[in-house]
């Protein structure tokens, strides 16, 4: 039990609509992360936010978007959904720096029909 | 750009033998590496991190790693396979130049046969 909370854990959208993808840091996480993790492959990191601000951002199109709160949690939006969009979107949370260990929720499973 | 290579894509097991999974990163400086398990229906938990030191780590579960420069490797190894081990395992890479963004390898899935 990590203490990242995710919801909701199941989601089904039809392409072209919009997601939002809810997230719950641990107790003193100031750093939450967002990776997408498609059937059969690694989780690929789509961005990172720290203290309400973006930081680091990896191969993903504008259409997904983020926010954190005053709280640390975070949301992940994506628009115009496309039926390759579909995976486990997972959340993790930390103290920030690359030594500080990334604590993941048990994620969000997305289908786009 | 860093990358992380798992060239198993699913191992076969019996319960109480060892068990190695492979791992080989790219990178140009030192990496921080780790190691995620991921259950069915699951998210990630960690077994173990290399950031410095030691290169033999110790982590939960009874899993260990050791990390090889000259091989760019962090393999992960038990010494005895429990059937609650069969899950998918994740090694990753993360550094402070990559804005602590962790790069993870296509995983390993692991059956445990009695």
């Known amino acids: 039990e990590t203490g990242v909370t995710q919801s909701p854990t199941h989601l089904i959208k039809t392409r072209g609509q919009q997601v939002t993808l809810r997230c719950s840091s641990q107790?003193?996480?100031?750093?939450v992360s967002w990776y997408q993790q498609a059937l059969g492959q690694g989780p690929q990191f789509i961005f990172q936010?720290?203290?309400?601000?973006?930081?680091g951002r990896g191969n993903f199109p504008p259409r997904f978007s983020g926010l954190q709160f005053p709280n640390y949690s975070s949301e992940l939006n994506v628009n115009a959904l496309e039926l390759d969009d579909s995976a486990l979107y997972l959340c993790?949370?930390?103290?920030?720096?690359?030594?500080?260990?990334?604590?993941f929720g048990a994620g969000t499973r997305l289908s786009v029909l | 750009a860093q990358s992380v290579t798992q060239p198993d894509i699913h191992i076969t097991v019996s319960e109480g033998a060892s068990l190695e999974l492979r791992c080989n990163y790219s990178?140009?400086?030192?990496?921080?590496l780790f190691w995620y398990v991921q259950s069915p229906g699951q998210g990630l938990q960690l077994l173990l991190k290399y950031f410095s030191g030691d290169t033999l780590v110790q982590g939960i579960k009874g899993f260990e790693a050791e990390f090889k420069r000259s091989q760019s490797s962090f393999n992960l190894r038990k010494p005895s396979v429990h059937w609650s081990d069969a899950a998918e395992y994740f090694c990753a890479v993360g550094a402070v130049a990559a804005g602590n963004k962790l790069t993870f390898g296509g995983g390993t899935r692991v059956l445990v046969k009695p």
């Open positions: 990178y140009g400086a030192t990496p921080y």
């Open positions: 107790s003193g996480h100031n750093t």
């Open positions: 993790a949370s930390s103290s920030g720096g690359a030594k500080n260990i990334q604590y």
């Open positions: 936010y720290y203290r309400e601000e973006e930081n």
